[in-house]
């Protein structure tokens, strides 16, 4: 199941980033069941990894997977919206440092890559959040 959290504002605004307009990059990411796998992908080897796994293990992987889904799905113009926390509530506390930052993007080119994703949408969608890190990487 998945956990509760502390009451919150949805707003698509919470994604973090503009989307994408027009359909080349939800096609390119296989249309929201290639959207699933990705996020799938990256998160199981997110909690698995020996770097970064420790920071995601005491968190809810049901919550983090659905909401990760929404927030690719909407900025790639998939059509969802997102429920989800903004990135600076999501990760306060969390201790997250740049270079676990760099290894949570190697792990989600792992899984892009395992997607067949063409590498220049990889690259595009990349961009769109790689500015987060101001709010995921803490001060
Ligand atoms: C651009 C980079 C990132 C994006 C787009 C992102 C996205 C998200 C999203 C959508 C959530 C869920 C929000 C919610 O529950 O309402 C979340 C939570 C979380 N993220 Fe990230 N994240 C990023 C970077 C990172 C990094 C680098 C780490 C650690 C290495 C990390 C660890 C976590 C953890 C542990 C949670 C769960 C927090 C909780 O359960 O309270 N994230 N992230």
Known sequence: GEATVD????SNANAGATPF???????AFHGQDGINRVVDGMVT???ADPVIG??????????????????????L??????????????????????KDMNRLVELLQQAMRAEKIDFQAQNRFLSKLAPMHHDVVGR
């Not at 009451?7 to 949805?10: D, I, K, L, R, T």
């Not at 307009?21 to 096609?27: E, F, L, N, P, S």
């Not at 420790?54 to 900025?75: G, M």
């Not at 113009?77 to 740049?98: I, T």
């Open 45 to 47: 080897l997110a909690y």
């Open 54 to 75: 420790e920071i995601f293990t005491s968190h809810d992987k049901v919550r983090l997977k659905r909401t990760l889904v929404e927030q690719f799905c909407y900025i």
């Open 7 to 10: 009451p919150y504002v949805a």
């Open 21 to 27: 307009t027009g359909d080349a990059m939800v096609k």
């Open 77 to 98: 113009n998939a059509g969802c919206v997102y429920s989800g926390r903004d990135m600076a509530s999501s990760h306060k506390d969390l201790g997250v440092q740049r």
